[in-house]
């Protein structure tokens, strides 16, 4: 059995080669120094972002007449899940990094692509969503952030809190109020005056997320930094967050499934009682509810996936499925990490690392008793007639 046949018989063959260009990447010096960054409590070395750029992967999603591979959503998950199995932080940072390239060559005016394409989609600008701030993250009505209009542009006052890559960034995506109330969208660059600053956010076991708080006043931004037409930039957040759910719970999966797979190996290489850890059977019926779960979560995903990947409704799918996914993920990898005993507790397993990393997706675009309220906002319209 072929845990992610269902995606990989709907990929093209050019986004088969990107998978595995992607998996090649990850198997290498790359997926050991995940593991020792983690051990010291430090992020991994920001040089593995350049040697990730100059596999072209930033551009994944980006428009072929734009430099870009015009890859599916399904073939930007699969190549997340390939790092995902490896580290969940490195996948979430460098899919963000990737979604800033999407964002411009799908949305952008001709000025924004000038201005920021080539250098995003080579890594030499790296940017991220902001819209989290210090005093809330879920409350988007309560967004602080000012944009006042300024001779030539805007001028942008506020602080946005818990931005991935924050530490090493050099521009961001911020979501700010402008006087009249209304959302806007503005491309924000470290190097325009006066700068921002930033400081970290040290989350332990975390710190490759490298979250930091990055803090604006009255920092100028040119007419052309401003994204999305007027009324359009909650639009575009909310629909963007909607398929960044889909794409953390399928990471989620992959995690569980690394892990699930290094506790079967373990436990059916190590005796006790005269017999592999395995065929005792309250161990093996443990095991077997985690790939149980695992399973479930997984056909979920690829149900949401294939709503987004086809441009469908799916929002309670997506948030059906962040939901279930991360859970299942956070309980089964601490099943799988018990199950192997003192060893699942040692710097030489993994499972430690992908259960500190995951924990923290529960957060990130959407909380649980968000996608909760959010599941049950429609509970009527989705689930209130009996299906033909
Ligand atoms: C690893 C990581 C990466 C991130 N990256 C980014 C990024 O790149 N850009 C960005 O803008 N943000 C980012 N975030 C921030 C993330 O989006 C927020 O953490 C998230 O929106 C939740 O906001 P909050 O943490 O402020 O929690 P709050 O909104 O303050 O919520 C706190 C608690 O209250 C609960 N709660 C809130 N409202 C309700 C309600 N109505 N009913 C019931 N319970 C409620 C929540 O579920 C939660 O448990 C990141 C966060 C993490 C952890």
């Excluded at 190549?79 to 390239?101: D, K, S, T, Y």
């Excluded at 952030?145 to 030539?152: C, D, F, K, M, N």
């Excluded at 959302?183 to 005056?193: D, E």
Aim: glycine share 10%; net charge positive; hydrophobic share 50%.
């Amino acid at each position: 059995m072929v845990f992610f046949e269902q995606y990989d018989a709907l990929l093209s063959p050019a986004e088969r080669d990107l998978v595995a260009r992607a998996r090649g990447f990850c198997a290498g010096d790359f997926t050991a120094e995940l593991q020792a960054a983690f051990l010291r409590g430090e992020s991994f070395d920001r040089r593995w972002i350049t040697s990730w750029a100059a596999l072209g992967i930033l551009g994944l999603q980006a428009k072929p007449e734009h430099g870009g591979h015009g890859a599916s959503f399904l073939c930007k998950i699969r190549v997340a899940q390939a790092m995902a199995r490896h580290g969940f932080a490195a996948a979430f940072c460098l899919n963000n990094l990737q979604g800033q390239v999407t964002r411009i060559s799908q949305a952008g005016t001709a000025a924004q692509r000038e201005q920021l394409l080539e250098p995003l989609c080579t890594g030499r600008l790296l940017a991220a969503p902001a819209l989290t701030e210090p005093q809330g993250g879920s409350d988007l009505g309560a967004l602080a952030t000012l944009a006042r209009r300024v001779e030539g542009g805007w001028s942008l006052t506020g602080t946005k809190a818990w931005i991935t890559n924050g530490t090493i960034l050099d521009g961001m995506t911020v979501l700010a109020r402008l006087e009249d109330g209304e959302l806007a969208s503005f491309f924000v660059l470290a190097g325009a005056a006066p700068a921002f600053t930033r400081q970290e956010i040290a989350v332990p076991g975390g710190r490759s997320f490298r979250l930091a708080e990055l803090r604006m006043e009255g920092h100028v931004v040119p007419n052309w930094a401003r994204l999305h037409q007027p009324g359009g930039a909650l639009k575009a957040a909310m629909e963007s967050v909607n398929a960044a759910r889909v794409h953390v719970a399928a990471m989620a999966v992959a995690s569980l499934q690394a892990g699930l797979a290094e506790a079967v190996r373990f436990s059916g290489a190590r005796h006790a009682f005269g017999r592999p850890l395995l065929d005792h059977q309250g161990l093996r019926w443990e095991l077997s509810e985690v790939a149980l779960r695992l399973e479930a979560a997984n056909a979920l995903v690829f149900r949401a996936a294939c709503a987004v990947n086809e441009r469908r409704p799916a929002i309670t799918l997506a948030a059906q499925c962040k939901k279930f996914a991360v859970d299942t993920a956070l309980w089964g990898l601490a099943q799988c990490l018990r199950a192997m005993g003192a060893a699942g507790a040692a710097a030489t397993c993994r499972i430690p690392m992908l259960l500190a990393e995951t924990r923290l997706a529960a957060f990130g675009d959407g909380t649980n008793e968000l996608l909760m309220n959010r599941i049950g906002r429609n509970l009527s319209r989705d689930y209130g007639e009996e299906a033909p």
